[in-house]
Every structure is written in structure tokens, then in C-alpha cells.
């Protein structure tokens, strides 16, 4: 069990996402079923590290894996993918759909996030970045759609950070 989770959030790991993601990707090709995935980022995490603590950061980390869960569907799988880097595989979901997930994370992060947050930073919460993309417009393989939803969740970040960005533009 251990071995493809993250022991602080409970979300499958890294690891499991490798494994994961092309299984889910043969499937949906060969059941000619859509297939998205949301990548995001909590933004300025390095900063609220250095100001309020890693034992804090760790909470954020554990309260988002938390939100992920109470928002996302039981079959979208959901991974800690890096630091405070996330990714969820919503199978059977469409672009159009998947934006709309994305918007919600988005929204649910930065209004939720302060009520956990309170006790820490007395002010605000966090929010995040969020990349989407699609089987097959936006690659055919695990390679081509990392590659892409890496790309849109940098550039979300780089142009001003809360926000969901995919190929069609900024949600």
C-alpha cells in the first residue's frame, strides 16, 4: 500500500501515476472514451514555507489532498505528483467538462483554503494554478499530454498565478 502512496497526503504517489496513466490511456483509446487530466501547482508554496513553517506547508499539502477528494468524482484518480505539485485523471471526461473541473478545484482552493488556514497565517489562504488537457487533442501519449498540461500549468503560473489555463486559451 505504501508503495504507491504519498505518506502524507494518502494520494497515490508519483510512481503510481507512471503506471497509471498509460493504463488509463489505452483504455480510453480503445473504448473511444475521452480522457483529461488537471495538473496544478499551489502557488508561492516555497514562500509560505520559509514564512509560516514545513509543519505548516505539510498542512496545506494533507488540507488540499483533502479538498481533492470531497470535489472529484470516485473514479478520477488523484496523485501528489511532486512537492506541491497535484494531478488528477478524470477518465471519461471531455475538455469542456474537464475546464469546468479545473475551475472548481480552482475556485474550492481559494475560498475553502483560508478556513484551514486561519490559525496559520490569520489573513488568507493559498491558491493554485491549474493545467488541462485532453486525449487526443492535445497528445496521443503519456509523454505528449505531461509535456502539454506541464506547459499551460507554467504558463498559468507565469502569468499571474489562480488561474486555469488550457490549449483554447486562460478559463
Same mark, same amino acid.
Given at each position: 500500500y505504501m508503495a504507491c502512496t504519498d505518506g502524507l497526503t494518502g494520494l497515490y504517489n508519483h510512481r503510481q501515476f507512471k503506471k497509471m496513466f498509460p493504463e488509463e490511456i !489505452?483504455? !480510453?483509446?480503445?473504448?473511444?472514451?475521452?480522457? !483529461?487530466?488537471?495538473?496544478? $501547482?499551489i502557488d508561492d508554496f516555497k514562500k509560505f514555507n520559509d514564512s509560516y513553517g514545513h509543519p505548516n506547508g505539510d498542512i496545506?499539502?494533507?488540507?488540499?489532498?483533502? =479538498?481533492?477528494r470531497e470535489l472529484l468524482r470516485d473514479c478520477d484518480l488523484i496523485y501528489r505528483y511532486g512537492g506541491e505539485e497535484f494531478i488528477a485523471l478524470l477518465p471519461e471526461t471531455n475538455h469542456a467538462d474537464?475546464? =469546468?473541473?479545473?475551475?472548481?478545484?480552482?475556485?474550492?482552493?481559494?475560498?475553502?483554503?483560508? =478556513?484551514f488556514l486561519?490559525?496559520?497565517?490569520?489573513?488568507?489562504g493559498v491558491t493554485v494554478s491549474i493545467g488541462v488537457a485532453s =486525449?487526443? $487533442?492535445?497528445?496521443? $501519449?503519456m509523454g505528449a499530454l505531461l509535456k502539454t498540461v506541464d506547459d499551460l500549468m507554467y504558463r498559468a503560473k507565469r502569468d499571474g498565478k489562480n488561474r486555469v489555463y488550457h490549449s483554447g486559451g486562460v478559463v
Open positions: !489505452s483504455r !480510453s483509446v480503445r473504448y473511444n472514451k475521452p480522457l !483529461s487530466i488537471i495538473m496544478f $501547482d496545506v499539502l494533507r488540507e488540499t489532498a483533502n =479538498l481533492l474537464a475546464l =469546468l473541473v479545473g475551475e472548481r478545484i480552482r475556485i474550492f482552493v481559494e475560498t475553502e483554503s483560508p =478556513l486561519t490559525k496559520i497565517t490569520k489573513t488568507h =486525449l487526443p $487533442d492535445d497528445g496521443q $501519449d
